[in-house]
């Protein structure tokens, strides 16, 4: 017979994650999704009145969230974060390395601070974090580590030279972080997303016929939602991904494989 018990659950009962970048859009959808699997979840970004907002609607949903201000790009307030949930919850299970953003530029229209805010947020922001991270779970012996990367880390697409930089070096960084952190049973990985309708992206999708063009490379002939992240996220999270390590899921209705 089955010994059902072997088998892992998606539950993240009692599990501390922090989603960076969790105030809005992709970042809120999996703070979301890993809240109502259970997880003791803390969002942070730069916007204070946004957290507390975020915090208190979650929390009267019956989700257990809190927020920490920080800003990904420095040092002393990822230090700052790190220092504030180790205090108040001892530990770290689960890391939603997720803060990010964009700037849209043909490459000869891209300024030097263009690419600076974009590389510093998207790849410095995720080191930064990543590395705060790795020091706590290698004490703990566990851990997971999710990096928010995109489908334009592995394609080529005009207007995404410092976007998509940033986003191949997240890809390569997970395979790296999973090779070094595997001793210690950490799991690195990547979500990829194609475009999800988020604050981030609300404005680029206006354009029609970009819309379509982006609906038309999909093999399920739409765009994302951001209920499309959710399970992705809580997989990889969870400990029925115990033995997924170093791998970029796409989250891209079909679009990487075509
Ligand atoms: P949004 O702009 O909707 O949200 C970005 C979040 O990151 C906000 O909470 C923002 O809060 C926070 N943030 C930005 N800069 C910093 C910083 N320096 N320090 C801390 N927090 C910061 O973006 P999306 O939800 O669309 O994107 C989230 C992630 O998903 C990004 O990494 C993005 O590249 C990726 N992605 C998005 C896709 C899409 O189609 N939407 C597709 C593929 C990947 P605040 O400004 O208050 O700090």
């Not at 989603?19 to 999996?30: D, N």
């Not at 609607?57 to 002393?76: P, R, Y």
């Amino acid at each position: 017979m089955m010994d059902m018990s072997r088998f892992p659950s998606f539950r993240l009962d009692g599990k501390v994650a922090l989603v960076t970048g969790g105030s809005k859009g992709i970042g809120l959808a999996m703070a979301c999704a890993l809240g109502l699997h259970g997880a003791n979840v803390v969002i942070a970004s730069r916007n204070a009145d946004d957290l507390k907002k975020v915090t208190e609607d979650m929390n009267h949903q019956g989700l257990n969230f809190s927020w920490i201000q920080a800003d990904v790009t420095d040092k002393e307030s990822v230090h700052y974060m790190f220092d504030k949930i180790i205090e108040q919850h001892g530990r770290l299970d689960i890391l939603v390395n997720n803060a990010g953003m964009n700037i849209r530029k043909p490459l000869i229209e891209v300024e030097e601070e263009d690419w600076d805010r974009v590389l510093n947020t998207n790849l410095k922001g995720i080191f930064l974090v990543g590395q705060a991270a790795a020091k706590q779970m290698m004490k703990q012996r566990s851990g997971k580590i999710i990096n928010i990367s995109s489908i334009l880390g592995g394609i080529g697409m005009p207007f995404q030279t410092s976007y998509a930089a940033s986003k191949g070096g997240i890809n390569q960084l997970t395979k790296v972080w999973a090779s070094e952190l595997s001793p210690y049973n950490i799991n690195v990985n990547a979500i990829a997303p194609a475009y999800i309708k988020t604050p981030m992206t609300c404005a680029w999708l206006q354009d029609e016929e970009r819309y379509k063009e982006i609906v038309r490379n999909t093999m399920m002939n739409r765009i994302g939602e951001l209920e499309d992240v959710a399970g992705p996220v809580v997989f990889l999270a969870s400990d029925a991904s115990n033995y997924i390590t170093g791998h970029i899921l796409y989250v891209d209705g079909g679009w990487t494989a075509k």
